[in-house]
């Protein structure tokens, strides 16, 4: 089975909440995540990332949470606006492998 | 805009066809990524080149045949193909150096196959 995975697959927040997803992963030899944004008829962008030897990253208006102990990943959004919509995808792989293997996806709304 | 490029942005052929699938990125990246994606599914690895030489191929069908003709190129030639391999294929690139880097993905080539 897949070793990424989602909590939920949709999420419906409303125009200036702080939205969290959530992804759990099964393969305890990963050590480096990313979360990424697919917007409707375009590629995978890019938005955080970070390595097993911390637990927290902050970037502009997002937050990743790594909680290794239970293999959960979140992504924190702040303040959430109408462009935040899209599918999120959580990803992973470990040192020295080339294979990033992607969660299912979440498909957060922001509802203005 | 994303800084791998890929084209066509739409293909639609028929199975006795013959088409190419063309990936470029211009950051110095050593790494490119095939990655084919369904509807409403995460993207799947195809093919990975580190420093031009294929060293994955995640069982994908000879129907399918990638070529690294540089660093910055990329391609993926299609011949024979099925309804069922219509999909977005996904070009990546990476840095590949001593510690995991991001993949940036182009926008994609929305295939279908008649």
């Known amino acids: 089975g897949e070793s990424v995975g989602l909590h939920l697959p949709t999420l419906s927040v409303q125009e200036g909440d702080n939205s969290i997803i959530n992804c759990a992963y099964s393969n305890s030899a990963s050590d480096y995540f990313i979360w990424y944004k697919q917007e409707s008829g375009k590629g995978p962008q890019f938005i955080i990332d970070?390595?097993?030897?911390?637990d927290k990253r902050q970037g502009q208006r997002v937050t990743v949470l790594l909680n290794k102990t239970v293999k959960h990943l979140s992504l924190q959004i702040a303040a959430t606006q109408p462009g935040d919509s899209a599918v999120y995808f959580c990803a992973e792989n470990y040192s020295g492998s080339e294979k990033l293997v992607f969660g299912k996806g979440t498909k957060l709304t922001v509802n203005p | 805009d994303t800084e791998v490029t890929q084209t066509p942005k739409h293909l639609v052929m028929g199975m006795t066809n013959k088409k190419s699938l063309k990936c470029e990125q211009h950051?110095?990246?050593?790494?490119m990524y095939w990655y084919k994606q369904k509807a409403k599914k995460p993207p799947e690895l195809m093919f990975v080149y580190s420093y031009e030489k294929l060293s994955i191929n995640e069982s994908v069908p000879s129907r399918f045949s990638p070529e690294c003709p540089n660093s910055s190129l990329l391609n993926l030639h299609l011949h024979a193909l099925q309804p069922e391999d219509s999909a977005l294929y996904l070009c990546a690139s990476s840095l590949r150096d001593r510690d995991n880097s991001p993949l940036h993905f182009g926008n994609g080539t929305r295939l279908t196959v008649t």
């Open positions: 970070i390595r097993s030897n911390m």
């Open positions: 950051m110095g990246h050593r790494a």
